[in-house]
């Protein structure tokens, strides 16, 4: 089964903050908390789900709805609220993997300011299948100059043959089609130590449910109280080109279905 994930990535400043309020804050909507839900009940896609799961002070607010506008138009992203919300952290990753849908993207939100995003959506009709803004980081940089190949397919037609980027100090490759995904994970594991769809880390996590109605005058940060996020969440991950699989995202995978 295949990864659908979206949202943004950042560490915390106060590990004791509501996650319900912060939510809340971010959507300016009221939210409620929901139990761990069965399947087909919860979707990041649409817009009333948000699942939140922390490693530790990094966390993950799981929402299309929440990152898409700024992956799919980053010269016209408007991020100050989220930068505020946040307690102006200093880098925010917004990102989405849709296996099945074929779309992949990452972007980087420094001190506030959008630098760098890259979107591919391989399957989606009438759109560029590549968007780029800002210049590429270090980590894109050694796989899009890597040196590559086509792969030998005798029933293939030449246009229809994969390339395949590698490191040979690395011995890695990574088919052309995966290559997004494959810095996707980079980004995630460079910035925060972690790909929560690939990994054996220990999370906490919850599980929310937005309401209609907005929020007026809620404020951007909160004070300090206490609340701890207990329960556990996973999702499993069959194609992203990562060095390992499992862990602890296998228990709940097709909640978050399938494609974008």
């Known amino acids: 089964m295949g990864v659908a994930m979206a949202g943004i990535a950042f560490h915390l400043k106060d590990t004791n903050k ?3 309020e912060l939510v809340s804050a971010l959507f300016e909507r009221p939210c409620r908390e929901i139990a761990p839900p069965n399947r087909r009940e919860f ?3 649409r817009p009333s789900d948000v699942m939140v799961e922390v490693f530790d002070d990094v966390c993950f607010v799981y929402s299309n709805e929440l990152v898409w506008g700024i992956l799919d138009n980053p010269e016209e992203a408007d991020t100050r609220h989220i930068f505020a919300t946040l307690n102006r952290p200093e880098l925010i990753l917004g990102f989405c993997n849709y296996d099945s849908g074929g779309s992949y993207g990452y ?6 300011i959008m630098t760098r995003s890259r979107l591919e959506t391989v399957e989606a009709p009438g759109r560029a299948p590549l968007q780029e803004y800002g210049l590429p980081k270090e980590f894109e940089t050694r796989w899009l100059s890597a040196p590559s190949y086509l792969e ?3 029933g293939a037609l030449p246009e229809e043959r994969v ?3 590698y490191l040979p100090a690395e011995n890695l490759q990574v088919a052309e089609f995966s290559l997004t995904s494959r810095m996707l994970y980079e980004a995630l594991v ?3 130590g972690v790909c929560p769809w690939d990994t054996d880390a220990k999370s906490n996590s919850r599980f929310l449910r937005l309401e209609t109605k907005p929020v007026e005058n809620i404020p951007s940060t909160f004070p300090q109280s206490a609340s701890d996020v207990e329960q556990s969440a996973a999702i499993s991950d069959e194609s992203i080109a990562a060095p390992k699989k499992g862990g602890i995202w296998s228990s709940i995978a097709s909640i978050f279905g399938r494609s974008k």
């Open 163 to 165: 390339r395949i980027y």
């Open 190 to 192: 460079i910035s925060f």
């Open 43 to 45: 979707d990041i896609r």
């Open 18 to 20: 509501p996650v319900d």
């Open 152 to 154: 030998e397919d005798e």
């Open 107 to 112: 972007a980087f939100i420094e001190n506030g």
